[in-house]
C-alpha cells in the first residue's frame, strides 16, 4: 500500500521561508509524476507544482511561481517544496500527492495526509 | 487556465435519495475528469476518473458521466457516509485544476 507522509510545516512569518518533505513508501516513485496541493482553511483546493518522474520538466501555479521551488530524490523516495518569500495568503494544508499513472499528466492518487502552514507575524 | 464550475455548492439530501453535481469546464477536456471526495479533517481521495471510471472500491452507488465541457456526478442513493465535499479536477493541461466544492448534507 502506497503511503504518502508530509512533514515540514508550521508557523513562518511574512517574508520567511520553509522547507517540505513527502516521504513515500510502499512503492516506489522514480516513475510517476509528482504534485504539491494546497487547501486554505476553509477552501477548496489548489494546484500548487508538478515535477516530473525524471525531475527534468517542473512547472508551478501562477500564484507561487517564482517563490516556490519544487525537487525530488528518487534515490530517497523524497519529494520537496522550498517555499520563500511567504505570505498570509500561503497559509493552507499542503499535500504531496502523486499522478496515478505514468505518462502525461492525469489524477492526484493517493494523497498524503497533509503538513499545515501558517505564515503569520 | 481551464475553470471548473461545480454546481451546486452545497445540497442537502434525505437517505436513500439520487443527488447530482454538475461540473462544467470553460472549453473542452474530452474526458480528463476527476471526481475526489473529501471528508472533513482528511485528504481528498478519487472516486471517478476518466469522467466515468469508478475507482477501485468505490461503492456502485457513485457514477460519473460527460465529456468535453458538462460532467455530472450522481449518488444513486445518498448514505450518511457519504456526507463530505465532492470537487472535479480537469487533467486536460497543466494548470491543473478544481472546481470550487459540493458541501453534501443529511437532512
Known amino acids: 500500500q502506497v503511503q504518502l507522509v508530509e512533514s515540514g510545516g508550521g508557523v513562518v512569518q511574512p517574508g520567511g521561508s520553509l522547507r517540505l518533505s513527502c516521504e513515500a513508501s510502499?512503492?516506489?516513485?522514480?516513475?510517476?509524476?509528482m504534485n504539491w496541493v494546497r487547501q486554505a482553511p476553509g477552501k477548496g483546493l489548489e494546484w500548487v507544482a508538478f515535477i516530473r518522474y525524471d525531475g527534468n520538466e517542473r512547472d508551478y501555479a501562477d500564484s507561487v511561481k517564482g517563490r516556490f521551488t519544487v525537487s525530488r530524490d528518487n534515490s530517497k523516495n523524497m519529494l520537496y517544496l522550498e517555499m520563500s518569500s511567504l505570505r498570509p495568503d500561503d497559509t493552507a494544508m499542503y499535500y504531496c500527492?502523486?499522478?496515478?499513472?505514468?505518462?502525461?499528466?492525469?489524477?492526484?492518487?493517493?494523497w498524503g495526509q497533509g503538513t499545515l502552514v501558517i505564515v503569520s507575524s | 487556465a481551464i475553470q471548473l464550475t461545480q454546481s451546486p455548492s452545497s445540497l442537502s439530501g434525505f437517505v436513500g435519495e439520487k443527488i447530482s453535481i454538475t461540473c462544467r469546464a470553460s472549453q473542452g477536456i474530452a474526458s480528463s475528469l476527476v471526481w475526489y471526495q473529501q471528508k472533513p479533517g482528511k485528504a481528498p481521495e478519487v472516486l471517478i476518473y476518466d469522467a466515468s471510471t469508478r475507482a477501485g472500491g468505490v461503492p456502485s452507488r457513485f457514477s460519473g458521466s460527460g465529456s468535453w465541457t458538462e460532467f455530472t456526478l450522481t449518488i444513486s442513493s445518498l448514505q450518511s457516509e457519504d456526507v463530505a465535499t465532492y470537487y472535479c479536477q480537469q487533467f486536460s493541461s497543466f494548470p491543473l485544476t478544481f472546481g470550487g466544492g459540493t458541501k453534501v448534507e443529511i437532512k
Open positions: 500527492a502523486k499522478f496515478a499513472v505514468t505518462g502525461k499528466e492525469n489524477w492526484f492518487d493517493p
Open positions: 510502499g512503492l516506489s516513485l522514480r516513475m510517476f509524476g
